[in-house]
């Protein structure tokens, strides 16, 4: 028998569609100066949104940052409490109404910021549809259908809602640390819905994530662009020098050519790849997420270890370089390369970074050049690891075999939460990540989605694991 | 003593500064398809200008083009004709009507389709100043001074102004050898003021330039752009191997490493090499140029034959990949590197293209990547030397003398100019680059600028030359 709060879910799609697409119309890209209200505006309307739920709302200032040149304020973290009955357990959820940037000029279909439902597919797309607006307003789908239902909420809800993790979770480390000794400290266990499933059909369960250290590296030569006929062939270009740079990082084939960093990962068990080797997952669902044949392995052990268990470094772009459609003949006078490096146990952010600048400047200064260069390590986070064996796991094991009717893979995933890693260190508590999207979802990249069933069955999926979890004593 | 058609140049140049003003303010990026209005609205402006001086002017339409994937129309060219006394020298002048692209955000200090003269400096800068609606309308300021002045024209004057040099002046070649048959056919001689002294004191004439070759590599992988933690680490990045693809192009200090370009570049001899290094120029003023220190030699010869003499490869930029401010982590789905080479003789775009082709699709094979490789030739135009004895050149030395007092420089070009060639092969006469502008004019680059003085006297240096050139017998 399905309960009268998951049964009003189910019937009440429309309203939770609705309330996702008011979400996804708010640009809070936190990465772009020009945003920033936005991200402003998307905490007052959550705000806004908990609070005709009645749940009790503190914003806290987290100060100012530099970004784009500018001094800009950072927008408010949002705490939110929903019940304080000392007999129910204290579960504190996390998630982030933030998102990466978008455009349609980036090759998406359809307007970003407005959320649009294929009717035959049931895939919402919209920029934060997946990542993470959908799993934030799960939470409070779930609390909404208890008050309708009038059934009684099994624990006490804390919730912890950001703006800044697309951009480093800046200010976020010292606020959860502070209220660790105060708002969190009777919290059981934490709960973060900001990932996705492996492939697209099986739930998981997530014990681990990767770090990331992300660099700018600047090569600066004349004081402007130049004519490349006027100037090519008479001045050490600044693009060439990065691009022999960038081509001393990384081989085609993933292999990290930065010295040091590989001898600091964890070495593999042979138990620890069996757990690779049995997962439910085929190359099929990473060629039909990518939508090509381009994986680094074909054995799927390989491709997930890569994933999972080894550092992976990727070029995203360059800053200061002609980027459009045509053919400029500019010799670019200073550019930003940026690239960034996933991490694993036993690799910090504070490790990485003095191997890198080492190794980049040796390699420049092999290079000849006449040109300057500056590196610069911006957000990173260090990777983290659970235990996955906690009652917090177990908990939300049982509610995806009452939703989904199958035992969820245990997985440790590629991405990187920074504040996972805090929560768990500041709190002493089991964290666990509890997907609500698919692996095809395309979270930073264009066509972003969230499956209609994905978000509805997930809110059910959220809501029965607060029910299981209030079964076990902490 | 002064004449009276150059006492009135100098008497009028706020006028001559408002009509090159007028003509900046028109966008006329003939690389954007966003544009495409704005060349046509350029060329009418121009055509009314020309009307309102009594040339006669016709308008030739050069059909379509494919550009940002939609089927735009070329802007016409206009060929204009200010006299027909069979008893004068007839000299055919070009110029173009079309810039580079230019925005705030790439780092101008003012709008860039505003002219802002500095009262100071005398530096007037927008986007175009110099390259080419300066010159061009110095042609129109010559006839009005003239027609004020009640001075008798010395030459039939017969003008080709088009509005897609920035682009390969696409379509303007086969119209040139069909007007070559008829309106062109009594030309005696022609003079392009589109290039720049090389320094920023001493005029020259050209009599070289060189030639380009455009080309663009695409790298697909993934459909869509993909999360670096996702998806780092388990497949071919195109970044990766567009890196290490354009790594292998050319070296930090300048040598093209193409196999086959260097054997076809014609040697140097001694005597050659001293026309380099008597020439009237310092490396400060490459430096003051470039505003650095980044001079791939420090022997004067040898960094005026990098920009003269010899091909120069230079990496222009990447389109699909991450480019703006900020740290996105995203792996790019497909991205398309964008670099040229400049050419020299004996290398023609013909025989440069195979080579190139050849040696990427090589070198891509050996990364070992289950990527998509595309290598596209865009625009590109042959090398062009004339003979700097011929009376042509004569004339425009005896006006550099009269106007600056200084012999000028005899120099060649770095920049490419195709339709030079063009004239030189359809026309079989003279064909002499006589510039107006500086060698830190910045043209392609980010505060374009002329400066006053050049504008004015560089007005007045045209007009010399065509008193001058009417004296020598064809």
């Known amino acids: 028998m399905v309960e009268a709060w998951r049964e009003w879910i189910t019937s009440n799609e429309d309203a939770l569609i609705d309330r996702l697409a008011k979400a996804v119309e708010i640009p809070s890209v936190s990465g772009d100066a ?29 100060g100012k940052q530099t970004l784009d040149g500018q001094q800009v304020q950072l927008p408010p973290v949002l705490f939110g409490q929903y019940g304080d009955d000392p ?21 998406w279909n359809t307007d970003p910021f407005k959320l649009v439902v ?24 779930v609390i909404e259908a208890h008050q309708k239902t009038n059934t009684e909420f099994p624990v ?17 480390d010292e606020v959860v640390i502070e209220e660790s000794k105060t708002f969190l400290k009777d919290v059981d266990a934490v709960c973060i819905s900001d990932n996705y499933w492996l492939g697209t059909k099986k739930p998981c369960l997530t014990y681990g994530l990767r770090g990331l250290s992300y660099f700018k590296v600047s090569v600066s030569g004349p004081a402007s662009d130049l004519h490349s006929g006027v100037f090519g062939g008479t001045v050490h270009e600044p693009m060439t020098d990065l691009f022999h740079l960038f081509s001393k990082l990384v081989t085609p084939t993933g292999e990290i050519l930065v010295p040091g960093i590989k001898d600091l990962v964890a070495p593999l068990t042979a138990e620890e790849r069996k757990r690779y080797e049995v997962m439910d997952f085929s190359l ?42 045509g053919s400029k003949t500019v010799i670019p006078a200073a550019v930003h390369g940026k690239f960034s490096i996933r991490l694993v146990p036993n690799l910090t952010p504070g490790e990485v970074a003095p191997l890198v600048t080492k190794y ?17 390590a911006l957000h990173g986070g260090k990777p983290w690891m659970s235990d996955p064996e906690h009652w917090n796991f177990k908990a939300a094991s049982k509610a995806t075999e009452k939703v989904y009717g199958v035992v969820p893979d245990l997985t440790r995933e590629g991405g990187s939460i920074p504040v996972t890693l805090t929560f768990e ?3 002493k508590k089991s964290v666990m990540l509890l997907p ?30 607060l029910h299981e979890a209030a079964n076990y004593s902490s």
């Not at 007999?87 to 090759?107: C, F």
């Not at 035959?120 to 789908?141: A, C, H, I, Y």
């Not at 800044?164 to 800046?170: A, C, I, N, V, Y």
């Not at 054995?299 to 459609?325: C, N, Q, W």
Request: aromatic content about 6%; hydrophobic content about 30%; some cysteine.
């Open 118 to 141: 294929n009717k035959e597919t049931g895939q919402m797309f919209g920029r934060g549809s997946t990542d993470d607006k959908g799993p934030v307003l799960g939470w409070l789908n």
């Open 87 to 107: 007999k129910k357990k204290t579960i504190l959820v996390y998630g982030h109404l933030d998102v990466q940037p978008a455009a349609v000029s980036d090759g």
């Open 284 to 325: 099929k669902d990473i060629n039909n997420a990518t939508g090509s044949e381009t994986t680094l392995s074909q054995d799927k052990a390989e491709v997930l270890m890569g994933r999972m268990r080894y550092p992976s470094l990727s070029l995203h772009g360059i800053e200061g370089a002609f980027s459009t459609a």
């Open 425 to 427: 260190v500041a709190l």
């Open 360 to 376: 980049l400047e040796e390699e420049f200064s092999k290079l000849g050049s006449k040109n300057t260069l500056k590196i610069e």
């Open 34 to 62: 020009k945003h920033r209200d936005d991200c402003f505006k998307m905490a007052e309307w959550m705000k806004k949104q908990l609070e005709a739920l009645k749940v009790q709302v503190r914003q806290v200032d987290l």
């Open 436 to 465: 609500m999207g698919r692996g095809d979802d395309g979270a930073h990249s264009t066509n972003e989605k969230l499956d209609k069933s994905n978000y509805i069955d997930g809110t059910q999926l959220l809501g029965e694991y």
């Open 156 to 172: 006490n809800l804390k919730m912890c809602f950001e703006c800044m993790e697309e951009s480093g979770s800046e200010g976020l």
